[in-house]
């Protein structure tokens, strides 16, 4: 029996649209450019992100974090400022990742067309609002959704507020997304539901553990297995 009537909260990346896979693709390409002669390639992948989640803290998310943090990588490693050529070349690497192409989730489409007719329907996501706009409208998904919320990071206290905000009824609210550590561990934590649908792109960051025993957590396989339970 399906639920109707539900508040259905939506991750943005990776979750509605592929995301984290296009800024692998430039870390592949990072990691054979910056070739060091006693460091592989998995040793240099978590330099990176170790610095990226420093980063994160101060300085947030999206491309021009991810940038920065590639220089940042490349002057640890060769233990030398990055010149204005080797910069050029960065930046040559990741150009893709300020285009704001998304590429939808199988089925999103059709997906929220269908919730949307029984349930209301809410965007939240996280990073640089210019970058995340810029994606909600390449995506064409903004009107399927009654509020688009933009925010630095998202932890208990974002959930809380917006809860309060809307006078959500915890039982009948849903916090969809891919994420354990952004979307359903904080969601959890603030007393709403949630929906996992994991990605196998998720970034590393993004990666927690739950709580198998937790029953307010729905574990999907596909975003479209969403009709099968809202």
């Not at 909260?9 to 450019?33: G, K, P, S, Y």
């Not at 050029?88 to 590429?103: G, Y």
């Not at 929220?112 to 995340?132: F, M, P, S, Y």
């Not at 809307?166 to 354990?180: L, V």
């Amino acid at each position: 029996m399906k639920a109707t009537g539900q508040i259905l909260i939506f991750d943005a990346d990776d979750t509605l649209w592929e995301n984290n896979v296009r800024f692998e693709r430039v870390i592949d390409d990072f990691l054979h450019w910056v070739a060091h002669p006693t460091l592989d390639k998995t040793e240099i992948r978590a330099i990176l992100d170790d610095i990226e989640r420093a980063n994160a803290v101060t300085l947030g998310y999206g491309s021009a974090m991810f940038l920065h943090s590639l220089g940042q990588c490349f002057e640890r490693l060769r233990e030398r400022p990055v010149s204005e050529v080797e910069r050029r070349e960065i930046d040559a690497l990741a150009a893709d990742l300020i285009d704001h192409r998304v590429d939808l989730v199988p089925g999103v489409t059709e997906t929220l067309e269908e919730l949307g007719a029984r349930h209301d329907l809410l965007l939240l996501t996280k990073g640089n609002v210019d970058e995340q706009q810029g994606k909600l409208d390449a995506s064409a998904l903004a009107r399927h959704f009654s509020g688009v919320h933009i925010v630095a990071e998202k932890g208990v206290e974002t959930y809380r507020q917006l809860a309060a905000e809307y006078s959500w009824p915890p039982e009948r609210t849903w916090m969809i997304g891919n994420s354990p550590k952004s979307d359903i561990l904080p969601a959890r934590r603030a007393g709403l539901n949630a929906v996992f649908i994991p990605n196998a792109h998720t970034w590393v960051l993004e990666h927690d553990e739950l709580d198998p025993a937790d029953d307010r957590v729905l574990q999907l396989g596909k975003f479209p297995d969403l009709l099968d339970h809202f």
